[in-house]
């Protein structure tokens, strides 16, 4: 609102302010996220070389700091090869659709208190909208591959991406039971200042250790990469992928699990609110702190891609529709009830 009003100062009219706050909006968004995305992908890297007791990237930059921007321009520079008998438009379109996917969610994110693209009183239901279309990405790659092998892997990771869509779906229902909103900043303002009224802390506990395992498995991450597991399925939906549409794919599928840090962040653990509402802890602005509640959810989720072994597909499916999508429900009626009760 602050550049929609300095806009209207210098006799723009509010449309055309509004549209071009909107747009800067929206772009610096882009362009701190992706950078972000750069380095915590080398951090990933850094954790996992860590646990097993090697450097990790070391060479490009100081500290292999720059590796991931090596590695960017490695794909942009490099052909885009398309297999003969492919489907060339639905081929290309796969990673770019999964991409942008990856980046409209972020529009009802917000990083602090009024900084958000589009504060919409159902932000939680955009969110999960958006998420369940990005499956479409995935089926129309392992389609338009015209190979068995890639379309077999796209069927597995969407068979897994709904399954755990529902356990997610009935997460969010036990948090918009006790915030009382679908907007995703009044479910954080819902929470109180202090780290002891946050959703963590309390009956809600149970329902972020579901919502983290399933945004693994939602998101492809091991234990539950089996999308991507090279010794089952030759690298899954993207075999036939390289250069820039692989890339794509990559940075959509990091993109969702920042998007799944940020949230675990901001449902569970009070998004951009300091542990104690004391100075200077409350001086720091809350960006800062949902970024570093993102990086804490981010190298726990590079921990477990270094420590824990792969399900099988059978195992996957069965803690999915058998474990989670039970206790989750089980959870919404308790729930439910202490919230009528009490």
């Known amino acids: 609102m602050f550049l929609v009003d300095l806009l209207q100062s210098w006799g723009l009219p509010y449309g055309v302010a509004w549209l071009i706050s909107q747009g800067a909006g929206i772009l610096l968004l882009s362009v701190v996220l992706l950078v972000m995305l750069a380095f915590l992908l080398l951090f990933d890297r850094k954790v996992w070389a860590a646990v ?31 297999p003969a008998g492919a489907n060339k438009g639905v081929f290309l379109m796969a990673p770019l659709i999964a991409f942008t996917l990856a980046m409209a969610a972020w529009a009802v994110v917000p990083v602090g208190p009024g900084w958000v693209i589009a504060d919409i009183n159902v932000g939680i239901l955009y969110l999960f909208a958006i998420s369940s279309l990005g499956v479409y990405g995935i089926i129309m790659g392992g389609w338009a591959s015209n190979s068995k092998y890639a379309f077999l892997g796209s069927l597995r990771s969407a068979a897994q991406m709904v399954s755990y869509e529902v356990s997610i ?47 693994l498995a939602e998101t492809n991450r091991p234990p539950f990469d089996l999308p991507e597991a090279e010794s089952e399925l030759v ?18 599928e990091y993109m969702n699990i920042v998007l799944m840090c940020a949230m675990m962040s901001i449902l569970f653990f009070g998004g951009w609110l300091p542990p104690i509402n004391v100075w200077p802890l409350n001086a720091i602005p809350g960006v800062l702190w949902l970024t570093a509640k993102v990086w804490f959810f981010f190298f726990l989720f590079a ?7 792969r399900y099988r597909y059978d195992q996957l499916m069965r803690l999915g529709w058998k474990v989670l999508i039970p206790v989750a429900i089980a959870n919404v009626v308790v729930t439910g009830i202490m919230k009528v009760l009490f």
């Open 303 to 309: 921990m477990v891609k270094a420590i824990v072994p």
């Open 169 to 215: 779906g009935f997460v969010l229902i036990t948090v918009l039971l006790v915030a009382g909103s679908l907007n995703i900043s009044d479910i954080v303002r819902a929470q109180g200042p202090n780290f002891w009224q946050w959703n963590v802390v309390g009956p809600l506990f149970p329902m972020f250790v579901l919502f983290f395992i399933s945004a």
């Open 235 to 252: 690298a899954g939906f993207m075999v036939e992928y390289s250069s820039t549409p692989y890339l794509l794919f990559m940075v959509g």
């Open 52 to 82: 097993q007791m090697r450097r990790g990237p070391n060479v490009v930059g100081a500290f292999g700091l720059l590796q991931s921007f090596a590695d960017f321009i490695k794909f942009v520079l490099k052909e885009v090869v398309i």
